[in-house]
């Protein structure tokens, strides 16, 4: 048996830090993607010892593990969701969404020790073609949302990459700065529907300082985020992802804005193909 999962990298265009507090968010997947094939095998496993420990955490049978990656690491696209769903789709075959999501993170717990919630695997798992995702963590609940024409994201690398394994954010959070992020964060969320690009620019500026509150950024990447915020062209910019750097979210008037960095679209969200050879 062959099995073959393949899953997208995901931007979030609002939203950070509010999944583990049954917030809000508004993600959606890019056309970079991760692969994983899996081929049966009698016995015993071939591949990355890391891949290794998280097939047999899931309950994965003998196989040869191959990964191919388009999504770079420790810069806040979620590379080790998008691995942890791969296993867990090749293990299991097609299953639904949420339960994907949810053994995912499980295996993500409990051998990279990422502190995550489930918005990247959600994110990747819900992801339609030409929308993002509302998702409402309270209840798990998602909503398709067509993503305007005039919203042109682009990513800038901080080139500060960190392993957020490492990294213990909610530790030295305090609980109202915490509650006031997430209200805070939440509202945005809600603006952002149906909002014009000028309007969602200013709502991505205020989501950084948000986030600035949390200590979940870096004073080299706010210096890049002010950089950009005033740049002509630019709408708003902020830090995506965990946080302690990797990539800046920049919201332009039109593709030829920061003409170095490439413009994302929606795409279409995990799958697992299954192959009898």
């Keep these: 048996m062959h099995r073959r999962a393949s899953l997208p990298a995901r931007i979030n265009v609002l939203g950070e830090h509010t999944d583990y507090a049954g917030g809000l968010a508004l993600p959606f997947a890019t056309h970079l993607r991760l692969t994983l094939n899996a ?4 016995e015993g496993y071939e591949g990355d010892a890391t891949i290794i420990e998280l097939w047999r955490a899931a309950g994965g049978w003998p196989a040869r593990l191959n990964v191919e990656s388009q999504i770079p690491i420790g810069v806040g696209m979620s590379s ?21 999501c949810l053994e995912a993170q499980r295996i993500e717990h409990q051998v990279l020790k990422t502190p995550c919630g489930l918005l990247d695997q959600m994110a990747m798992m819900f992801a339609k073609d030409g929308c993002a995702t509302l998702i409402d963590f309270s209840n798990q609940s998602t909503q398709c949302v067509i993503l305007p024409v005039e919203w042109i994201f682009k990513l800038v690398d901080s080139g500060i990459h960190r392993n957020l394994s490492e990294t213990s954010y909610r530790s030295h959070i305090g609980d109202a700065i915490q509650v006031a992020h997430v209200e805070t964060e939440n509202q945005r969320v809600k603006s952002a529907l149906g909002a014009s690009a000028q309007e969602l620019g200013l709502l991505l500026n205020q ?7 949390l200590g979940v950024s870096l004073t080299g990447m706010d210096e890049q985020v002010a950089v950009l915020q005033q740049t002509d062209g630019v709408l708003g910019a902020r830090m995506m992802g965990g946080g302690y750097g ?22 279409q969200g995990g799958f697992v193909e299954e192959f009898f050879e």
Excluded at 80 to 100: E, F, H, I, Q, Y
Aim: aromatic share 4%.
């Design 39 to 42: 081929f049966s095998l009698e």
């Design 80 to 100: 080790s969701a998008a691995l942890c769903l791969a296993v867990v789709l090749c293990v299991n075959g097609s299953m639904k969404p949420l339960a994907a």
């Design 207 to 213: 989501s950084h300082a948000s986030l600035q509150t």
């Design 246 to 267: 990797g990539m800046i979210l920049v919201l332009v008037e039109s593709s030829e804005i920061l003409p170095d960095a490439q413009t994302f679209h929606p795409s």
